[in-house]
């Protein structure tokens, strides 16, 4: 299989599988080459409506298209794989964006040598700024992890990590963007309680983030040099960085995304 525009047929397009579509469109994919599954017929409705896109049952997916992306909850894939997995021709790619499922667990409901490439986004793909890991499962080759990297950096960056590390990529950059929302909403409060309306706090800490992430992204630095720029001795800051070291904000974060870690495994293990 060589990279280019394949048909592509998204199974189980909830929000993560629609992420993709719509990423797949605004970077020019032709609408005639997708294709969406959904369990209900209303939701079937909505991806056309929206997208333009052809919704199919299942087993249509798995005859025209030459790429099958699974976005269907790790729970319901277990069942879904036994119903097409028998009519998967083991030539087709099938991408799995199922948080905390190897892809051993897809290979085993195949055909012997589906290729299968394992990938966690998240959800700022809908601002083209997703983070999508990578990784290649037992038969899939260079080819197929160029055609997975072809789709998904529309959405975003893209990296490729061995799947070893696929539960902490879930962990830290598949959930991490909860983390900064959880960390705005707590300083917008923070700004109300220091006397600021609702809306100019939320102002301040939202292009505080963005330029904050572009000088990580683009400054080379090191985040213990640009923090140590903003921190000047016996000032502001390094008050309220005493305060968060107090309440033990670092070690909640290391035992957060610890638990995260661990909830991807499992996910994985009540899907076998």
Request: overall charge negative; charged content about 20%.
């Amino acid at each position: 299989m060589s990279a280019g525009v394949h048909t592509v047929a998204v199974i189980g397009a909830g929000k993560i599988g629609e992420l993709m579509l719509s990423g797949l469109l605004r970077s020019g994919w032709p609408v005639d080459r997708l294709l969406a599954t959904a369990r209900r017929p209303a939701r079937a409705e909505e991806l056309t409506a929206r997208y333009g896109v052809r919704v199919v049952d299942n087993l249509t997916a798995v005859d025209e298209a030459e790429v099958l992306a699974i976005s269907v909850k790790p729970q319901d894939a277990a069942a879904l794989l036994d119903e097409i997995g028998p009519k998967v021709p083991a030539d087709k790619l099938v991408i799995s964006l199922c948080a905390g499922l190897p892809s051993s667990f897809f290979s085993r409901r195949l055909p012997e040598g589906t290729p299968v490439v394992r990938v966690m986004t998240n959800t700022p793909a809908l601002v083209d700024q997703a983070m999508t890991a990578i990784s290649a499962g037992a038969h899939a080759t260079g080819t197929h992890l160029a055609l997975a990297e072809e789709m998904f950096k529309p959405l975003g960056a893209t990296i490729r990590v061995p799947e070893t590390q696929q539960d902490a990529v879930t962990a830290l950059s598949g959930s991490g963007p909860a983390y900064f929302y959880l960390l705005v909403e707590a300083m917008t409060d923070a700004g109300i309680l220091l006397g600021l309306p609702r809306q100019v706090a939320h102002d301040l800490i939202v292009q505080t983030a963005i330029g904050s992430a572009v000088m990580l992204r683009d400054s080379g630095e090191h985040p213990v040099k640009l923090r140590e720029a903003v921190t000047s001795p016996a000032g502001t800051t390094i008050s309220a960085i005493r305060e968060l070291e107090n309440h033990g904000v670092r070690a909640a974060l290391l035992a957060a995304l610890e638990a995260a870690r661990d909830r991807a495994r499992e996910l994985a293990a009540q899907a076998e």
